[in-house]
Nanobody, 116 residues
Framework: QVQLVESGGGLVQPGGSLRLSCAGA????????MGWHRRAPGKEREMVAL???????NYADSVKGRFTVSRDSAKGTVDLHMNNLKPEDTGVYYC??????????WGQGTQVTVSS
């Protein structure tokens, strides 16, 4: 049974940095892409950053230039490096893994709070 586990969330001041990690995808076959979504308080879940098998990335406009997504296919992990964090980045961050023939796997989420 697939279980994606996120780590690295927490409380950080504006302008600070965090790194989120997601583990558990090592044994998932036929992965199309991996990445991160988030749900801010009172808002719907939105895509933050995705990375494909070739390393091609896609970012939400609001995080371009500040966030970097990376993956280690051998380990089955995907990370999100977040710099220059803003209060509007606050939310629950979810790891997502798309298996081509089945659909999406999701993690349980990790809280990120940006506040002074």
């Amino acid at each position: 049974q697939v279980q994606l586990v996120e780590s690295g969330g927490g409380l950080v001041q504006p302008g600070g940095s965090l790194r989120l990690s997601c583990a558990g995808a090592k044994d998932i076959p036929r992965i199309s892409f991996m990445g991160w979504h988030r749900r801010a308080p009172g808002k719907e879940r939105e895509m933050v950053a995705l990375i494909g098998n070739t390393g091609l990335t896609n970012y939400a406009d609001s995080v371009k230039g500040r966030f970097t997504v990376s993956r280690d296919s051998a380990k089955g992990t995907v990370d999100l490096h977040m710099n220059n964090l803003k209060p509007e980045d606050t939310g629950v961050y979810y790891c997502r893994v798309r298996r081509a023939d089945v659909g999406d796997y999701w993690g349980q989420g990790t809280q990120v709070t940006v506040s002074s």
